[in-house]
């Protein structure tokens, strides 16, 4: 079946703009979770989504948001961009349910000028 | 507050030496731990977990609840196991359910 995907793979933006990153999850799959990863900090955990509902949500800025739809796709969008926000931004889809593997995609990289 | 460690940054071993990349945690619960591997230029991909008590291309890990750890070990490390590993736990309710991530270990391993 087919991975995670997420798109697009590279973006370069101005600071104060704002950005929107999707993810398509693989079939199936109803937890969509989304992480920053950068050199200095390492792989730290946004938020999660489940059946269209937030339900983790990590120690990021209100910048930072997401939504899921009925179709599990999920988006984060961030606002304001700050060049510290220049990242790789990783997707991971799992079934939800406790003990089963998250899936992650091969990540956007965000850089803020 | 849940936390991950892995103390060393980098590690270079010899191919056919024994390897073990170090993984400590805090949670006061019971958590779920899992070993995620990157090999260059690929997706994070899991690795093993402690639930499934399996070895995955040699590698094994214990949970040893009394010292919180949960190590990574291969008797006889192999060209092909260059990659960064993560170690990574996640609790059972709540907003603990969230993946944490230690800082990653870049493991080489010398001809």
């Known amino acids: 079946k087919a991975g995670v995907t997420q798109t697009p793979r590279y973006l370069i933006k101005t600071r104060g703009q704002q950005v929107t990153l999707s993810c398509s999850p693989i079939?199936?799959?109803?937890?969509v979770s989304w992480y920053q990863q950068t050199p200095g900090q390492g792989l730290q955990f946004l938020f999660e989504?489940?059946?269209?509902?937030?339900?983790n949500k990590g120690n990021f800025p209100g910048r930072f948001s997401g939504r899921q739809f009925s179709n599990s796709r999920s988006e984060m969008n961030v606002s304001t961009l700050e060049l510290g926000d220049s990242a790789l931004y990783l997707c991971?889809?799992?079934?939800?349910?406790?003990?089963?593997?998250?899936?992650f995609g091969q990540g956007t990289r965000l850089t803020v000028v | 507050a849940q936390r991950v460690t892995q103390p060393e940054k980098l590690l270079s071993v010899f191919k056919g030496a024994p390897v073990e990349l170090k993984c400590n945690y805090s949670?006061?619960?019971?958590?779920?731990l899992f070993w995620y591997v990157q090999y260059s230029r690929q997706r994070l991909q899991l690795l093993l977990r402690?639930?499934s008590r399996e070895s995955i291309k040699g590698f094994t890990a214990d949970l040893n609840k009394g010292e919180t750890s949960f190590h990574l070990k291969k008797p006889f490390a192999q060209e092909e196991d260059s990659a960064m590993y993560y170690c990574?736990?996640?609790?059972?309710?709540?907003?603990?359910?969230?993946?944490?991530f230690g800082s990653g270990t870049q493991l080489t391993v010398l001809p």
């Open positions: 991971a889809s799992s079934s939800g349910l406790t003990g089963t593997e998250a899936f």
């Open positions: 079939s199936g799959h109803r937890s």
């Open positions: 989504y489940f059946s269209e509902t937030q339900r």
């Open positions: 949670y006061s619960g019971s958590p779920e």
């Open positions: 402690h639930i």
């Open positions: 990574a736990l996640k609790g059972l309710s709540g907003s603990a359910r969230q993946l944490t």
